[in-house]
């Protein structure tokens, strides 16, 4: 692994590690204890994660188990990029436990180019939808009556 790296990664993640160019995970760990604005805890975007489901809702139980990098977390779903590949995305109904193996990351109040990302994301559907509007203004009309 690159000097980068002092944590000892699984053997899975550090081939994902690479893939991702290597991404310098000191400083980046989580912080529990200390001043209440200090503190960095939960999940993040790109993190490396082991899930464990709930193994009645498989026919076979080694299927209950999946691990590789955290993509998106919403309301009802995580979507997981697994170490050859593929992207699963696991009902959170299912789901028994969650490993955090390691952030690669910064918390998201410290992520200059999630922040950056989010605020150009937001200009952009903002201007999608103005497009919308002008393009499709006085063609629903067919809500009115007489």
Same mark, same amino acid.
């Given at each position: 692994? &690159?000097?980068?790296?002092?944590?000892?990664?699984? #053997?899975?993640? &550090?081939?994902?590690?690479?893939?991702?160019?290597?991404?310098?995970?000191?400083?980046?760990?989580? *912080?529990?204890?200390?001043?209440?604005?200090?503190?960095? *805890?939960?999940?993040?975007?790109?993190? =490396?994660?082991?899930?464990?489901?709930?193994?009645?809702? =498989?026919?076979?139980?080694?299927?209950? =188990?999946? /691990?590789? /990098?955290?993509?998106?977390?919403?309301?009802?779903? !995580?979507?997981?990029?697994? @170490? #050859?590949?593929?992207?699963?995305?696991?009902? /959170?109904?299912?789901? *028994?436990?969650?490993?955090?193996?390691?952030?690669?990351?910064?918390?998201?109040?410290?992520?200059?180019? !999630?922040? &950056? =990302?989010? /605020?150009?994301?937001?200009?952009?559907?903002?201007?999608?939808? @103005?497009? *919308?509007?002008?393009?499709?203004?006085?063609? #629903?009309?067919?809500? !009115?009556?007489?």
């Amino acid at each position: 692994m &690159a000097k980068k790296n002092s944590m000892k990664l699984p #053997d899975w993640a &550090a081939s994902m590690w690479e893939e991702m160019g290597s991404p310098d995970l000191d400083g980046i760990q989580s *912080v529990y204890d200390g001043d209440l604005l200090d503190r960095r *805890v939960g999940l993040r975007r790109d993190d =490396f994660i082991e899930i464990h489901m709930d193994v009645q809702s =498989f026919t076979k139980p080694e299927h209950a =188990f999946i /691990r590789g /990098r955290l993509l998106s977390s919403g309301k009802s779903s !995580l979507e997981i990029l697994t @170490e #050859d590949g593929q992207c699963h995305f696991i009902a /959170r109904d299912v789901i *028994v436990k969650m490993v955090l193996v390691a952030h690669t990351r910064p918390a998201y109040i410290d992520d200059k180019e !999630l922040l &950056a =990302f989010e /605020r150009a994301d937001m200009k952009r559907r903002s201007k999608l939808h @103005e497009k *919308v509007e002008k393009e499709t203004q006085g063609n #629903d009309d067919s809500h !009115l009556w007489g």
